[in-house]
């Protein structure tokens, strides 16, 4: 292979580059954004001026060291530069497209194991290539992978999951049975100590793994590496004392500080470190074609022994990609959506549960809480008293469509989250052990929430599901990048420039894709109507809060049952599956509003709450009554399309339709009713009941004289009586609704229920 596809390559590996950190970044913005986003100490502009700063300050700082080359994947010294750079294009693309994908699904992953176990996958895919083309076996492997250190990566991430979940529940839970909820209201002294083990840990963290191969600290950080009890000795008293005299004289929040300091650190540490992940491959790959350039030897015969050295990264490219990690911190909303399942999973109130509970998660919650019964019981009665008392949280009632506008948790949560992840980055950074500050990060946080009484018995399936489900997609991680690396090495090395050319494209081509398709759902999310939930006091705003779900869940309801119809009788499966997910969203909206009765009696007013309550349960049952129907209409339709049965005849498709026309007519002429609140019309369509009925009851009296004459097939005729028949139910169930409203039209001038 000539000269100019390696020139090639390098451009290309610079492409990447940049690619990589925009999506690295939009992944790994959930280490250090998390704490503060979701206690919401300081404004959202503030955290983006703090975590920029400590971005750009971390780039500056930056050691410069590509960490897994340095830590010895692969040996360098067994491949040539042909195959390193076969080995460096595989792992970037790669590295791309998995971490955009879990962008795209909002799950946080690590970019230190995205881009470990693809630098093992191109290598040992290139390394049997090697064995097999000189008849070795595949005992040799060996002798080009560096398998201990491979191993020793695993052990040390999966152990720092575990070391992470435990302390953090710990900390969290010492700290809070000394501060409680009521923080704000202890003395000075609790505070000041808690901001002095904060801070320390943070300074800390700030010197050994945030400015770590800093050549102009270098002398300072070889006096706290021999000196390291008596600096965080020094540090734990001067904070201390810091601490108190700002929350005396200056009446500051120590949280707030914490938290700010906790912020920055992890940003610049984030900068400082994970950086190489993303631009140490390319400049990795540029300096190994420099040395083969002024070597004058072919590429299948240039050995690269210069590789095992330590690479540095020119001071101007660190700048550069700092710049560019700054500018997708500003603008990715993909960053948004990973630091919001981080969140909500940590989240101490009832919030919005995106995922849903599986048999795992259900026997890890019953076991847990068997467990924790039993160790209760061997507590005295009086300590546990104490204890629950300490966890109590003032209760405020606050309706549930407040609930995503107010703090996940509190400052203290959030500074111990801060707090615990820069002592243990630090610990392991100074022991040298390899880990996940993803991992760290996220785990410390999930287990503050279980310590913190977040994950109680109305969230803990879903919660652990949740967490089960990032754990899930790190393994997947693992796994995925290596498989995937060395297949895509393994293309190149057949293919070579049009197999580059070809992933090129085709990389190209899906990031783009997931970034049409994310902004279409976020559009979507912008632009989508909701049922709202009641928050009403009395039957009047009640009638009015009511009257605007009814209204849209008509209009939503005609487009649901048109298209079922119409994708039955045009054998249409795309549209009927779209009549399905349009059901299920209605579905769940409705679960939504029924699971928020709790909260909204806790807001009604003692003389009326009984009437209201009956009032608007009946709505919801009636509401979700509708819903079933459309939901066996659309399945009925799908799952007799989709098994590709014989089409409807042209009469029942016909029959069908003046079917559909008068329920079209019937769910838009209520639709305007609640629109415009003229409940007086209400009578006029339940005295016409019996018209809407018999109509339907007409098509079914016709449909039993064709198949008796001349219908040959069954399941036709099951699926038409089964529509119609469904159909009634919904003309039902509307008329029910309809007489609700009817029998307390006159609640809305103000009498009582």
Known sequence: MGENLYFFMIIALAVLAITDLVVGVSNDAVNFLNSAIGSK??????????????????????????EVARKGIFNPSEF??????????????????????????GLPTSTTVSIVFELLGASVAISLVKIYSSGGGFTELGSYINTDKATEIILGILLSVA?????????????????????????SWMGALFGGFAITGIIYFILIKGLKGTEFLGTILDWVAQHTNLFLLGNFAFWTLVSWFTMKVFKWNIYRLIIILGTFALAMAFAGNDLVNFVGVPIAAYQSFLDWQGAGVLAENYTMENLATAVRTPTLLLLISGLIMVLTLWFSSKARSVVKTSVDLSRQDEGEERFEPNYLSRRIVKYSIQAADNVGNLLPRSLQKRLNKRFEKPYVYIPKSRAQDLPAFDMVRASVNLMVASVLISIATSMKLPLSTTYVTFMVAMGSSLADRAWGPESAVYRVAGVLNVIGGWFFTAFSAFVAAAAIAYLIHLGGIWAIGILLLMAILLIGRNYLSHNRKIQETKREERLQKAESGTIRELIDESSENVALAMRRANKIYTSCIDGLARHDIERLKKSKKGIDKLETEIEELKGNIFYFIKNLDDSSSLGITNFYIAVLNSLEDIAQSLEYISKAGYKHVINNHKKLRFNQIKDLKEVDIRVEELLSRIQKIFETNAYAEIVTIIVNKEEYINEVNLKIEKQVTRTRMDESSPKNTALYFSLLSETKDLLDALMDLLELYDGHANAKTGTTL
Request: no cysteine.
């Open 80 to 105: 040539v530069f042909a195959e390193i750079m076969i080995v460096f294009m595989a792992v970037m693309i790669t590295d791309i497209l998995l971490l955009d994908f879990f962008n795209t699904m």
């Open 41 to 66: 100490a300081i404004s959202f502009r503030t955290i983006m001026i703090v975590a920029s700063i400590g971005i750009a300050f971390g780039a500056m700082s930056s050691s410069g060291m590509m």
């Open 163 to 187: 070391i992470a979940f435990s302390i953090g529940a710990i900390v969290q839970f010492f700290s809070r049975a000394l501060l409680t909820f009521r923080f704000e209201k202890k003395p």
